[in-house]
T-cell receptor, first 115, second 115 residues
Framework: GESVGLHLPTLSVQEGDNSIINCAYS??????FIWYKQESGKGPQFIID?????DKRQGQRVTVLLNKTVKHLSLQIAATQPGDSAVYFC??????????????FGRGTQLTVWP | DTGVSQDPRHKITKRGQNVTFRCDPI?????LYWYRQTLGQGPEFLTY????????KSRLLSDRFSAERPKGSFSTLEIQRTEQGDSAMYLC?????????????FGPGTRLLVL
């Protein structure tokens, strides 16, 4: 925990393009990561998660990639839509291998989708 | 709507007053978390409960803050003698402890403004 950080505070994309949001972490013992989406005035919403025994995980229009060598993960959103405009956070639980307990959040990337 | 509700959604108070927030988790969830989020930052962990037991408190939780979950269902967070620095969004999350992984579902938050 306390090791995640996002690369860019803002990202602007055109509707229909793919978006890539990056997150770096510093603790090589971190083994579980979660991406949350937070729309204005709302609480964070779970999008997708990944464990360290995986390199890639796909959801609906989203893909998370994990590169343990460089301690980097990314969230890819295909065919970005206006409804995807939000702040995106990567988060990880405390160091220790557990998926349980408090989450540590990075600072977030504000994704803006323009027509 | 994740199923986690918080009340009130907004609170304006004067410095020095006490405030109390309520969180109703998803009914079968045994874990409940409180986080604080300031503008431009990710949520920061405050405390969490497993059933009615408060298992962990962050050092962010000064002695003016107290949280309870008396019957293992809803929880309250009280701030005594509020200060302007307490102005933030207070988020509640709940989860169901499983052997595999745990997903925290967040409520909409209570936005506190201390004048």
């Amino acid at each position: 925990g306390e090791s995640v950080g996002l690369h860019l505070p803002t990202l602007s994309v055109q509707e229909g393009d793919n978006s890539i949001i990056n997150c770096a972490y510093s603790n090589s013992a971190s083994d579980y990561f979660i991406w949350y989406k937070q729309e204005s005035g709302k609480g964070p919403q779970f999008i997708i998660d990944i464990r360290s025994n995986m390199d890639k995980r796909q959801g609906q229009r989203v893909t998370v990639l994990l590169n343990k060598t460089v301690k980097h993960l990314s969230l890819q959103i295909a065919a970005t839509q206006p409804g995807d405009s939000a702040v995106y956070f990567c988060a990880d639980p405390p160091v220790g291998g557990s998926t349980l307990g408090r989450l540590y959040f990075g600072r977030g990337t504000q994704l803006t989708v323009w027509p | 709507d994740t199923g986690v509700s918080q009340d009130p959604r907004h609170k304006i108070t004067k410095r020095g007053q006490n405030v109390t927030f309520r969180c109703d988790p998803i009914s079968e969830h045994n874990r409940l978390y409180w986080y604080r989020q300031t503008l431009g930052q990710g949520p920061e962990f405050l405390t969490y409960f497993q059933n009615e037991a408060q298992l962990e408190k962050s050092r962010l939780l000064s002695d003016r803050f107290s949280a309870e979950r008396p019957k293992g269902s809803f929880s309250t967070l009280e701030i005594q003698r509020t200060e302007q620095g307490d102005s933030a969004m207070y988020l509640c999350a709940s989860s169901l402890e499983t052997d595999i992984q745990e997903t925290q579902y967040f409520g909409p938050g209570t936005r506190l403004l201390v004048l």
